[in-house]
């Protein structure tokens, strides 16, 4: 399942338009954000966890009590839930320079006003984030990071069972053992048109 697809079941399918609802988006507005930034993300964490921070992105990814924010739209653009949609952001991208940087280029590109842009991308993220604790609890958390600690490079040990199983039995092509989590980040396909300059934001 791919973080596009993920979102569209949000609030019973109506989590992003009530995301939109919060900042004064359009619909259209809304989807053209969301189609551009929901796979960066994505292809942020798999970049993230490529070079060698896959125990990092899985710790992004614990915190059932997050969950809420998928279900709450309204909770998802509060002070709390931006914060929180940040910290995660921060994570994957190195920093807050990093994360300021992602929603500037997406503003430029949607001409959309930046204020509101820097605004809906930590809401966003929180909600994805929520979406993916609700989808994994710690508990299996806790099983693929320690599976990851066990694993040796270029082999699956524990955690290619232990994600494969959870992202529906996806056979594990790279990553060395991350293929299906790596698999479901990048489910968009190509991904988002923000890759090109991904690499100029992560450090």
């Known amino acids: 399942m791919s973080l596009l697809k993920l979102l569209e079941q949000a609030q019973g399918g109506q989590g992003l338009m009530q995301l ?10 809304a989807q053209s954000l969301t189609q551009m930034l929901a796979p960066a993300i994505g292809s942020a964490a798999k970049q993230r966890a490529q070079k060698g921070g896959a125990a990092q992105v899985l710790e ?47 503003a430029q590109r949607s001409g959309i006003d930046a204020g509101t842009v820097a605004q809906f991308l930590p809401a966003l993220a929180a909600m994805i984030q929520g979406g993916l604790q609700k989808n994994m609890p710690d508990a299996s958390i806790d099983g693929m990071s320690a599976g990851l600690m066990g694993s040796s490079e270029g082999a699956g040990g524990g955690i290619m069972g232990l994600v494969g199983s959870l992202m529906g039995g996806a056979k594990d092509s790279e990553g060395g053992g991350l293929g299906p989590l790596l698999q479901m980040l990048d489910a968009d396909g190509d991904g988002s048109p923000m890759d090109d300059i991904l690499e100029k934001f992560m450090k």
Do not use: C, I, P, V
Request: proline share 0%; charged share 25%.
């Open 20 to 29: 939109a609802q919060q900042f004064g988006l359009d619909d259209e507005k």
């Open 60 to 106: 992004a990814f614990r915190g059932e009590s997050q969950a809420g924010l998928f279900e709450d739209a309204q909770s998802a653009a509060s002070a709390g839930g931006q914060a929180q949609g940040m910290d995660f952001l921060q994570n994957l991208l190195g920093g807050k320079t990093e994360a300021d940087g992602l929603a500037q280029e997406a």
